[in-house]
């Protein structure tokens, strides 16, 4: 083999060097490249990236890891070419075991709040259906690349399930108070033209690189602030939004939980599920 061949390959290895967040999981992968300093976290919970008790644990294990490793930013993707997220793993919520749901609910919240509050400048190449949380997830981020063919948004209320204050603000940290308002109420799922002109997302990308290509272009346009000012003037602009659940979180996991054990919301939930599953079969 040539030397110069040899070189270059080495220059590939080098691009991007995959950090472990010390659980061992791979339902979340983290990337770092080597070149930009910019972390590619990606959701890797076959099928469809719903979000049970491990996958949350794991994701807010790999965003506290991208903070401590001194990363500049984080880009959150999905392995699946199809699916970003498809939200919480509704199993969770079905007849859930007490303790498993108490632990859910907390990793849930944990979660959001890192990704929400994070220090490093973040934002999400969203390469397919972004659903309730899977959006959530999304607009945390502070900027939204998103490729075409795909819906993005929280429909929650089409199947009968009330939003958590948390879920509403990620919704009204992005969007203007009526849209979102309106969006919730009628549980929409918004087109990739119709999240553009509403600004749900950023920007339009024709495949998963050139996505990511322009989140760390956004990332990148940070590169003269200082990092530590940036981040506490990041908390400050956002401290209203997680006031509620920084103050009081377990009188939020409180109400959640009340709310997920009636029989109101399991029915519901029930009948929700079996189309699911019929769905995918046909
Ligand atoms: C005042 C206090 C209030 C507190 C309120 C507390 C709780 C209420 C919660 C409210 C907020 C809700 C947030 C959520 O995130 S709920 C989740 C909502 N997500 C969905 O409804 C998505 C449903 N899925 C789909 O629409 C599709 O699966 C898709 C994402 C578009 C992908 O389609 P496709 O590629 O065709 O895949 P399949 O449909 O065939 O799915 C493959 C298998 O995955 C299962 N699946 C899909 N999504 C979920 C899910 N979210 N949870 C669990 N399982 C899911 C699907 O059934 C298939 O399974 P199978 O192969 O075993 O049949």
Sequence with gaps: MLRSQTKLMDLGRRLCRSIGNNNGSNLTMVEVDDKTGIATLTLNKPPVNSCNLELLLDLNESIKQIERNGSRG????????????????????????????????????DMW?????????????????????????????EYRVMLPGFSIGIHATKFGYVVPPFILISYLSVLPR?????????????????????????????????????????????????????????????????????????????????????????????????KLKSKSKE
């Design 74 to 109: 984080l880009i959150l993707t999905s392995s699946n070419d199809k699916v970003f997220s498809s939200g919480l793993d509704l199993n969770e919520l079905h007849q859930p075991n007490q303790d498993r749901l108490i632990a859910f609910w907390r990793a849930l919240q």
């Design 113 to 141: 709040l890192s990704l929400f509050l994070s220090r490093v400048p973040t934002a999400a190449a969203i390469n397919g259906h972004a659903i309730a949380v899977g959006c959530v997830l999304a607009t945390a981020c």
């Design 178 to 274: 009526y849209i979102a308002e309106r969006a919730l109420l009628q549980g929409k799922l918004f087109s990739i033209d119709e999240a553009l002109h509403v600004n749900l997302i950023d920007e339009v990308a024709d495949g998963k690189s050139d996505a990511i290509i322009k989140c760390a272009k956004f990332i990148g346009s940070f590169a003269k602030t200082q990092p530590d000012a940036r981040a506490l003037t990041k908390r400050q602009t956002r401290a209203q939004d997680v006031q509620l659940l920084i103050k009081d979180p377990e009188g939020q996991l409180r109400e959640s939980l009340e709310y997920i054990n009636t029989p109101f919301f399991q029915q519901g939930l029930e009948v929700y599920l079996a």
